[in-house]
């Protein structure tokens, strides 16, 4: 009869051991403002149009594009989808959620001037600006190492109470490695069915107060302060199960949570030009965002024995189980640049062209608890990042004096240096849509597909190292009620 033993261990040692790396720093840089559907119907594509509460959180001289004052609200439905391939063999998983992409109101003041300071407009609310939202499962039978071999690389001549209580703790205690007056051995043999399930849940989003000016109808000027928060949490179970009947573990679960919080700030500048009634040029700074943030982490491993000839577990070296630790440190994002084109043919149409430059090699970790200066962390990021050029392009054609459709498309580039295993992890995203206006009223709707694929490794190896390619695919259905008063 096979006897499950469970072992639960947490002990703050170190840092840098689930977050506050590479790729945290990457995934906390970017920014896809979803927002407004009118906005993400033409592919986030507004630098030099404006008019839009979602183009506040890109170009903030969209709001002395106003005329009125305004409300809207922006309610979606996101489909995930993903697709992992590994070692021949491919897996799909799902996800769906509800959210708001954007929530939020401008007041104009008109000056009754003709020329000289036409008005000034001041706005408030939410636009969402990134959606983590995803499940994947990785499957495959791997012949060449498995999770056992890996902590057993880890442990050295280490005695068991120096061993880390995340990792090589956890496998010893669950005897999946074990030790013998020769050294520690692994408990499990090569050729085992190797599955990992993720579970990725939050977003950013992007609170902020607006303020801008239209200047003879020719020059629009923008400021945004913003409170940036970030929520993200990650769920992992790296599960294996022998196919070897001489091993003492037939089976192990290794679960793995982390959950990221963080609240920053943020200021945002910009103009938008129109030497021409069908030209207008806009460009944009976004300063650094300054995040205070917190890590909750926990892990546990469960492993299923040959038989029940061991019924207690090996005497825990710490003396201690505890359910859950944080870890505070600050993180500073990039810089970004916008520099956007828009041509507008009389009141038929406009189309918008933006270009979006971020270096992430300036992303920063800094003041760890403890003192930690997090310098080799900083160092990776250098290494493996890069400065990155983002296009977005959008149409919107006018049907008549109420309807009006929409499309667009935009290209986010890899954070990641060539030589990376990521170096080609791009975004691209295909929008499209339709609007219905009365004076007063407004009502838009927008479809958002987003494709991108990445690679993932399960655990590293010198060799023969398990990478999962997943392709991830995104739809977003979108909402926008407006009012103007």
Same mark, same amino acid.
């Given at each position: 009869?096979?006897? #499950? ?27 896809? $403002? %979803? ?19 979602? %183009? ?24 995930? #989808? ?16 509800? &959210? ?31 959606? /983590? ?6 499957? &495959?039978?791997? +012949?060449? !190492? ?8 880890? $442990?050295?001549?280490?005695? +068991?109470?120096?061993?880390? +209580?995340?990792? *090589? ?34 977003? @950013?989003? !992007? ?62 500048? &910009? ?45 825990? /070296? ?8 944080? /870890? ?15 041509? #507008? ?10 270009? *979006? /430059?971020?270096?992430? @090699? ?27 050029? !983002? ?23 890899? +954070? ?11 975004? %691209? ?9 009365? *004076? ?13 694929? *990445? ?13 999962? %390619? ?16």
């Amino acid at each position: 009869m096979k006897n #499950k033993i469970f072992f639960i261990l947490m002990i703050l040692s170190g840092v840098s051991v689930f977050g506050q790396n590479t790729e945290d720093a990457a995934r906390y840089s970017q920014d896809i $403002v %979803s927002g407004t559907a009118r906005f993400s119907a033409m592919g986030g594509s507004f630098g030099a149009i404006g008019g839009d509460f979602s %183009s506040l959180s890109t170009n903030p001289a969209g709001i002395g594009v106003y005329s009125k004052s305004e409300f809207s609200l922006s309610p979606n439905f996101t489909s995930s #989808k993903t697709n992992s391939k590994f070692l021949g063999q491919s897996t799909e998983d799902y996800k769906y959620n509800i &959210g708001l992409g954007n929530l939020g109101s401008v007041f104009t003041y008109n000056t009754g001037n003709t020329d000289g300071l036409i008005s000034l407009s001041f706005a408030f609310g939410y636009n969402k600006t990134m959606n /983590y939202n995803r499940n994947i499962i990785i499957n &495959g039978t791997n +012949p060449n !190492n498995g999770l056992a071999v890996y902590f057993l690389n880890n $442990v050295g001549n280490k005695a +068991p109470e120096d061993l880390d +209580p995340f990792y *090589e703790g956890l496998a010893f205690d669950s005897y999946l490695i074990d030790q013998d007056s020769l050294g520690y051995f692994p408990n499990m043999a090569l050729g085992q069915d190797q599955r990992k399930t993720i579970t990725n849940v939050g977003s @950013t989003g !992007n609170y902020l107060f607006a303020i801008g000016a239209n200047m003879n109808h020719q020059l629009y000027m923008g400021a945004t302060i913003g409170v940036k928060s970030i929520y993200y949490s990650r769920v992992m179970n790296h599960t294996e199960l022998s196919n070897d009947n001489a091993d003492y573990v037939k089976e192990f679960n290794f679960h793995e949570e982390l959950e990221t919080s963080g609240m920053g700030f943020d200021l945002k500048l &910009g103009a938008i030009y129109r030497p021409f009634d069908f030209l207008r040029i806009g460009a944009a700074f976004h300063l650094p965002t300054y995040y205070s943030m917190e890590d909750e982490f926990y892990n546990t491993m469960t492993s299923t024995l040959a038989d029940n000839t061991q019924l207690d577990l090996k005497p825990s /070296y710490n003396g201690n189980s505890v359910s859950r630790q944080t /870890y505070t440190y600050n993180l500073t994002t990039p810089m970004k640049g916008l520099f956007s084109v828009a041509l #507008k043919y009389k009141k038929l149409g406009v189309l918008n062209i933006d270009y *979006e /430059y971020v270096d992430y @090699t300036t992303t920063r970790y800094r003041n760890g608890q403890n003192g930690y200066d997090f310098y080799d962390e900083n160092q990776d990021i250098q290494a493996n990042l890069k400065a990155a050029n !983002n296009l977005r392009g959008g149409l919107e054609i006018r049907m008549n004096e109420t309807l009006l459709l929409r499309a667009g498309y935009a290209l986010y580039d890899s +954070p990641y240096k060539s030589g990376h295993i990521n170096a080609g992890a791009k975004t %691209s995203i295909i929008s499209g849509g339709f609007g219905v206006k009365s *004076e007063n009223m407004y009502f838009d709707f927008a479809y958002r597909r987003t494709i991108s694929d *990445e690679k993932l490794i399960l655990y590293p190896m010198p060799t023969n190292e398990p990478i999962a %390619s997943i392709a991830n695919m995104r739809s977003d259905i979108m909402a926008t009620i407006g009012f103007r008063f």
